[in-house]
């Protein structure tokens, strides 16, 4: 008759020991790390002061201005800081700067992630390489040179356009045109979209390239189209970089200011229609108005300035969210 193993009580063996220690002791770190951490800790500090001089600089500036202004600062639809009775207000300001920026981010981001994906996953070398420089020197003209060239060839040239719009759209009322000068808030869209452009090209390129290549093998190792590879394997993991390129793209926009004022014909007046001249944003009242203002008037501008500060840190905020949310998702910790 066979008997079953006796059981042991003896208690288990320890786990082996971890060979590295648990903490470093400081006279273990070498002193070139020390003095990079206290740089990494000092550039830290150092841009977090910065931002709150420029937040306590605007806010003080702006009580000034605010506490004088004989109108509703965010609903007046005219600026006039520089009268007996200074009345001033962002409406129309507020208005064109996000109206603007809305139309380069629908016209640029596509066409940008398209333009990143055929140079990383279908462009052949010897053309992927000269157009991804191409798109690199695009980022780097100048902010005058585009506007120029907008108000030289792309005012002169939107008149098709516009009637194009009109005839299908302008029932609307939101594409209405009167055939007058294509000095719209739509003509500054599209502008700014060209000008976005290459940032958000060159930054989710970087990203795609980045895309683990056993994903993409897998992929097709289970039969998937190179589409189908782009759409399970490459968009997935770069989302969370084409939003951040997005978000460059939109804070150049929001505060692009010699290209929108030379392409804009100025005017504080909210159009129904995207093509009727006039408008305003931010950056282009501060910049055509700063030279001629007095004191009070500088205090009025460094108020809308504030404005445009908060929204940019609120944007960046709501990205930051966004990618935090789905960063599990993308693949980036793979």
Same mark, same amino acid.
Request: net charge neutral; aromatic share 8%.
């Given at each position: 008759?066979?008997?079953?193993?006796?059981?042991?009580?003896?208690?288990?063996?320890?786990?082996? !020991?971890?060979?590295?220690?648990?903490?470093?002791?400081?006279?273990?770190?070498?002193?070139?790390?020390?003095?990079?951490?206290?740089?990494?800790?000092?550039? /830290?500090?150092?841009?977090?002061?910065?931002?709150?001089?420029?937040?306590?600089?605007?806010?003080?500036?702006?009580?000034?201005?605010?506490?004088?202004? +004989?109108?509703?600062?965010?609903?007046?639809?005219?600026?006039?800081? =520089?009268?007996?009775?200074?009345?001033?207000?962002?409406?129309?300001? !507020?208005?064109?700067?996000? *109206?603007?920026?809305?139309?380069?981010?629908?016209?640029?981001?596509?066409?940008?992630?398209?333009?990143?994906?055929?140079?990383?996953?279908?462009?052949?070398? @010897?053309?992927?390489?000269?157009?991804?420089?191409?798109?690199?020197?695009?980022?780097?003209?100048?902010?005058?040179?585009?506007?120029?060239? $907008?108000?030289?060839?792309?005012?002169?040239?939107? /008149?098709?356009?516009?009637?194009?719009?009109?005839?299908?759209?302008?029932? =609307?009322?939101?594409?209405?045109?009167?055939?007058?000068?294509? @000095?719209?808030?739509?003509? *500054?869209?599209?502008?700014?979209?060209?000008?976005?452009?290459?940032?958000?090209?060159?930054?989710?390129?970087?990203?795609?390239?980045?895309?683990?290549?056993?994903?993409?093998?897998? !992929?097709?190792?289970?039969?998937?189209? @190179?589409?189908?590879?782009?759409?399970?394997?490459?968009?997935?993991?770069?989302?969370? /970089?084409?939003?951040?390129?997005?978000?460059?793209?939109?804070?150049?926009?929001? /505060?692009?200011?010699?290209?929108? !004022? +030379?392409?804009?014909?100025?005017?504080?007046?909210?159009?129904?229609?995207?093509?009727?001249?006039?408008?305003?944003?931010?950056?282009?009242?501060?910049?055509?108005?700063?030279?001629?203002?007095?004191?009070? $008037?500088?205090?009025?501008?460094?108020?809308?300035?504030?404005?445009?500060?908060?929204?940019?840190?609120?944007?960046?905020?709501?990205?930051?969210?966004?990618?935090? @949310?789905?960063?599990?998702?993308?693949?980036?910790?793979?």
């Amino acid at each position: 008759m066979t008997h079953p193993p006796a059981i042991s009580d003896a208690p288990p063996p320890p786990p082996p !020991a971890d060979a590295r220690p648990s903490s470093v002791s400081g006279s273990a770190v070498r002193p070139g790390d020390r003095i990079f951490l206290g740089l990494s800790r000092g550039s /830290g500090v150092t841009l977090l002061v910065i931002m709150a001089a420029i937040a306590v600089f605007l806010t003080v500036r702006s009580v000034i201005a605010i506490s004088g202004n +004989t109108a509703n600062f965010l609903t007046t639809s005219e600026w006039n800081a =520089t009268g007996a009775e200074p009345k001033f207000g962002i409406a129309v300001l !507020a208005f064109g700067t996000v *109206v603007s920026s809305i139309i380069a981010m629908v016209i640029a981001v596509p066409i940008a992630v398209g333009i990143a994906l055929f140079i990383s996953h279908y462009a052949p070398r @010897r053309l992927a390489s000269p157009l991804g420089y191409v798109i690199d020197l695009l980022a780097a003209v100048p902010s005058i040179i585009y506007g120029l060239w $907008g108000a030289l060839f792309l005012v002169p040239h939107l /008149g098709g356009l516009y009637s194009w719009l009109d005839d299908y759209f302008g029932w =609307t009322g939101v594409f209405e045109y009167n055939d007058g000068a294509a @000095r719209s808030l739509f003509t *500054v869209g599209i502008l700014l979209a060209i000008m976005i452009l290459p940032i958000v090209t060159s930054v989710s390129r970087e990203v795609f390239l980045q895309v683990p290549k056993m994903h993409e093998e897998a !992929a097709l190792a289970l039969g998937a189209t @190179r589409w189908e590879v782009i759409r399970m394997a490459v968009l997935p993991f770069g989302r969370s /970089g084409v939003i951040s390129a997005s978000m460059l793209g939109l804070g150049r926009a929001l /505060g692009e200011t010699m290209a929108v !004022a +030379t392409v804009l014909s100025p005017g504080f007046v909210i159009n129904l229609s995207l093509l009727d001249p006039g408008g305003g944003t931010f950056a282009q009242n501060i910049a055509s108005k700063f030279s001629e203002a007095d004191a009070f $008037g500088q205090d009025a501008l460094i108020a809308s300035g504030l404005v445009l500060f908060v929204i940019t840190l609120l944007v960046n905020g709501a990205a930051r969210l966004i990618i935090a @949310r789905r960063k599990e998702y993308s693949g980036a910790n793979a």
